[in-house]
């Protein structure tokens, strides 16, 4: 009954949620796509150019920019996990102005980070975390697996764009539904 509220709280205000998350990871993705997009455009021959002998490029990438690349991946990961209360209470605080009977914007959620919240808490409840957790990951993974498949065909100058941008989208549409769930889990019933 409480994950079934967390949905519906999740989808009646979804484009909501869905830009609280997409303003921080959208920029921090697409910014990762444009400093290492010679490695983007290269991704089907990754194992080849690891193969290759030491010293020795493909339009100007080795092994060593493809480790960096990916250790720059894990860096973004960790700044969107680390952001992840703060996002958070952003989603809070929209579903507070959605519940005294007002419109709840994304920036209107930011603008009120500083309050001190006034919504009732309760013991967790683990099973609504469960279930938003999973249907969260469920929408991940698909949501990656189309931009995958978006930028497949692209031309190499445009793939670090689509995927940067899209790695972003993808994790704005799935984390609103474990943030609600988070936040509805603590809500007496």
């Keep these: 009954m409480l994950a079934d509220r967390a949905l519906r709280t999740a989808l009646r205000?979804?484009?909501?949620?869905?830009?609280?998350?997409?303003?921080?990871?959208v920029p921090l993705n697409v910014v990762w796509g444009f400093l290492y997009q010679d490695v983007i455009g290269l991704q089907e021959v990754h194992d080849e150019i690891r193969d290759?002998?030491?010293?020795?490029?493909v339009s100007g990438v080795d092994s060593?920019?493809?480790?960096?690349?990916?250790?720059?991946?894990?860096?973004?990961?960790?700044?969107?996990a680390a952001l992840i209360p703060v996002l958070g209470r952003a989603t809070r605080r929209a579903i507070e102005i959605d519940e005294s009977g007002h419109v709840p914007t994304a920036l209107g959620a930011w603008r009120g980070l500083g309050r001190r919240s006034e919504r009732a808490r309760d013991e967790w409840r683990g099973g609504?975390?469960?279930?938003?957790?999973?249907?969260?990951?469920?929408?991940?993974l698909l949501a990656s697996a189309i931009g995958n498949l978006l930028a497949a065909p692209l031309g190499d100058q445009l793939a670090w764009a689509v995927l940067g941008?899209?790695?972003?989208?993808?994790?704005?549409?799935?984390?609103?539904?474990?943030?609600?769930?988070?936040?509805?889990?603590?809500?007496?019933?």
């Excluded at 290759?52 to 490029?57: A, N, R, S, W």
């Excluded at 720059?72 to 990961?77: D, H, R």
């Design 13 to 25: 205000n979804f484009s909501t949620f869905f830009l609280i998350v997409a303003l921080v990871t």
């Design 52 to 57: 290759l002998p030491e010293g020795q490029k």
């Design 64 to 80: 060593s920019k493809i480790n960096q690349a990916r250790y720059a991946e894990f860096i973004v990961l960790a700044l969107e």
């Design 128 to 140: 609504v975390v469960l279930t938003t957790g999973l249907f969260a990951v469920v929408v991940w």
């Design 165 to 189: 941008a899209w790695r972003g989208l993808a994790l704005a549409l799935a984390l609103p539904f474990a943030l609600v769930g988070v936040i509805e889990a603590r809500t007496p019933a």
